[in-house]
């Protein structure tokens, strides 16, 4: 499977540094994550 650079902007997610998972909004974060691996599933 090809590489996918997903610019978390591009999905409407702002502010975010290096360690996403520890900001404010990881919660959005994990949900962008989970929808493109649902997407990109075999």
């Known amino acids: 499977m090809p590489n996918t650079h ?6 409407g997610i702002r ?3 290096h360690m996403m998972m520890m900001e ?3 919660s959005e974060v ?3 994550i ?4 649902e997407a ?3």
């Open 15 to 17: 502010g975010n540094g």
């Open 40 to 42: 990109n599933l075999r």
């Open 34 to 37: 989970a929808d493109w691996i």
């Open 24 to 26: 404010k909004n990881s």
């Open 6 to 11: 997903l610019r978390l902007e591009a999905v």
């Open 30 to 32: 994990a949900g962008a």
